[in-house]
Nanobody
Framework: QVQLVESGGGLVQAGGSLRLSCAAS????????MGWFRQAPGKEREFVAV????????YYADSVKGRFTISRDSAKNTVYLQMNSLKPEDTAVYYC????????????????WGQGTQVTVSS
């Protein structure tokens, strides 16, 4: 498993932007597909975005497509989630997750999780 630490959450007005970061502990970062999930109050955790180990493949939830961008910097062992045009319904705790090899969109397929970072979008 790999240790993950998220940062970058906060309070932002609707229409604004935030960039979340997730720093991974292991040098084998390049072996991991990395994902972002979120959980809003009273709701189940849901998939947001995933990026392959190479960075060449990305998938997004329909609700964030065109507004969010996932990327990774292998030199820094870090994955990012750039969130633009934020909406109040994007308010949630955002979690970073890792799994060896191929991308996935089900949380059950991810082995390692961060502690989460709160994102609050005011209307």
């Amino acid at each position: 498993q790999v240790q993950l630490v998220e940062s970058g959450g906060g309070l932002v007005q609707a229409g604004g932007s935030l960039r979340l970061s997730c720093a991974a502990s292991r040098r084998t970062f390049n072996s991991y597909a990395m994902g972002w999930f979120r959980q809003a109050p009273g709701k189940e955790r849901e998939f947001v975005a995933v990026i392959s180990w190479s960075g060449g493949t990305t998938y997004y939830a329909d609700s964030v497509k065109g507004r969010f961008t996932i990327s990774r910097d292998s030199a820094k062992n870090t994955v990012y989630l750039q969130m633009n045009s934020l909406k109040p319904e994007d308010t949630a705790v955002y979690y970073c997750a890792a799994r060896v090899a191929a991308t996935a969109t089900n949380e059950e397929d991810f082995d390692s999780w961060g502690q989460g970072t709160q994102v609050t979008v005011s209307s």
